[in-house]
């Protein structure tokens, strides 16, 4: 079963508009959630975090949303870039070091 | 600060054969975390090595196996590859909160 989901695997967007992208989860465990974005042929890069304390969390241009009781994140981008072309990829821990569990990733293309 | 580095980048092997990729986690890091990325697979979960001791263990057969040297250099190996093996083979080093930080990958390629 797949814990984490993306369930749109490719998004499309205008340079300038916002992009989101959405990741649902099924265990009531996690409390830590991530993003990542990841170029053909490169490692993921880290992103962004939010812990299960707050609901939003910003970093420039990006900011994640967070809503326990619906177990659905949200990674926005605004404005979106041409550079912002990339695979995203959510994922989530619990508590005590236990592994990263990933969605499959969502294919993000910025048109100018 | 230098990133994570993994070798070699690219491998090609024939089934049966078996191989060994090397990964350098960021100075100062402890653990390490091996993932296998397959096309619409998104990235599986291998195992964690922390301090020399697998922490944790993804469900892959026992072909997959691992280790972590007392300088937190880890190695995996596969052995009698399969055709399914081919995959990107990715390394993260662990950040303070469990952000990881992954190293470009080594590409095999199983033929």
């Known amino acids: 079963d797949q814990q984490v989901k993306q369930n749109s695997p490719s998004l499309s967007v205008q340079e300038g508009r916002i992009s989101i992208l959405n990741c649902d989860y099924t265990?009531?465990?996690?409390?830590?959630f991530l993003w990542y974005k990841k170029y053909p042929a490169e490692g993921p890069t880290f992103l962004i975090s939010?812990?299960?304390?707050?609901d939003k969390n910003e970093d420039g241009r990006f900011t994640v949303f967070l809503n326990k009781s619906a177990k659905h994140l949200s990674l926005h981008i605004v404005p979106s870039q041409p550079g912002d072309s990339a695979v995203y990829f959510c994922?989530?821990?619990?508590?005590?070091?236990?592994?990263?569990?990933f969605g499959k990733g969502t294919r993000l293309s910025v048109i100018a | 600060k230098a990133g994570v580095t993994q070798t070699p980048r690219y491998l090609i092997k024939t089934r049966g054969q078996q191989v060994t990729l090397s990964c350098s986690p960021i100075?100062?890091?402890?653990?390490v975390s091996w993932y296998q990325q397959t096309p619409g697979q998104g990235l599986q979960f291998l195992f964690e090595y922390f301090s020399e001791t697998q922490r944790n263990k993804g469900n892959f057969p026992g072909r997959f196996s691992g280790r972590q040297f007392s300088n937190s250099r880890s190695e995996m190996n596969v052995s009698t590859l399969e055709l399914g093996d081919s995959a990107l083979y990715l390394c993260?080093?662990?950040?303070?909160?469990?952000?990881?930080?992954f190293g470009p990958g080594t590409r095999l390629t199983v033929l």
């Open positions: 100075s100062g890091h402890r653990s």
């Open positions: 939010i812990s299960s304390i707050k």
């Open positions: 265990n009531s465990m996690f409390d830590y």
């Open positions: 993260a080093s662990h950040g303070l909160h469990n952000e990881q930080f």
């Open positions: 994922a989530a821990s619990a508590l005590g070091n236990t592994p990263l569990v």
